[in-house]
């Protein structure tokens, strides 16, 4: 992946020594010798195969990506995949942010290139009220950007910007969030969204589909002039 090196992002994505290696998961000389000798097959081949006969499943590697149904299949499973994800992730990646605070994406790298970066003043609106009622409570700043395209954040609302270590870890740390502000439409937010279900606030042009079934409250889309919802400031208190 060139585009986050040739923007100088602090994580290049490159992956390497993210995971660690058990017995579950297949690596090293094992993982190059099913991809060269096994069948690939998409994620609808997959559940094509499951459904006439589960003998097909013999030498196959299953692809899985994209988008697809977005979260749908495993919409109710947020606890057991970041469980998951917690036990094979290296521990020395995590960021040591285990204090209560408010986790604020700042999209910008690709999303900047390709013009979907969130407003400023989505982000503007919603600090100034939450300073006006909670003037010490920590805001944490996570971001692919450079110091100069967040300064503002923690010169103006007293913010602290988490130093990535990896985009995983990122993720992770957003999701342990009290409340969490996303990007519009960044599958970054969404995952820490997903994995923390803590109350969330969305840009109105956020089209990526809802994920809290049972408490929709919680997950509200806001314009650059509405008012924070109260049922999400109380969730603060």
Do not use: C
């Amino acid at each position: 992946k060139f585009g986050p090196i040739i923007r100088r992002e602090s994580d290049y994505r490159t992956y390497i020594n993210l995971f660690t290696h058990n017995n579950s998961y297949i690596s090293g000389y094992k993982k190059i010798y099913y991809r060269m000798f096994f069948k690939n097959k998409s994620e609808k081949e997959l559940y094509n195969i499951y459904i006439n006969s589960k003998d097909n499943f013999k030498n196959v590697i299953f692809n899985i990506e994209g988008l697809g149904n977005y979260f749908k299949p495993i919409l109710k499973s947020n606890n057991l995949i970041f469980s998951e994800l917690k036990s094979i992730l290296s521990d020395y990646r995590f960021n040591n942010v285990n204090d209560n605070y408010i986790g604020v994406h700042l999209r910008y790298g690709d999303f900047i290139t390709t013009n979907q970066n969130t407003e400023h003043d989505f982000y503007v609106n919603i600090l100034k009220q939450i300073r006006s009622k909670f003037s010490n409570y920590p805001i944490r700043i996570f971001s692919d950007g450079n110091y100069k395209e967040f300064k503002w954040a923690i010169e103006d609302y007293n913010a602290y910007h988490v130093k990535s270590k990896s985009a995983l870890s990122d993720i992770l740390d957003m999701s342990r969030s009290n409340l969490l502000i996303g990007t519009a439409n960044s599958t970054y937010s969404a995952w820490a969204s997903f994995l923390g279900r803590m109350p969330v606030l969305w840009p109105e042009e956020h089209k990526l589909a809802y994920l809290y079934y049972d408490k929709p409250s919680l997950e509200r889309k806001i314009s650059n002039k509405d008012t924070i919802p109260s049922i999400i400031l109380d969730s603060l208190l």
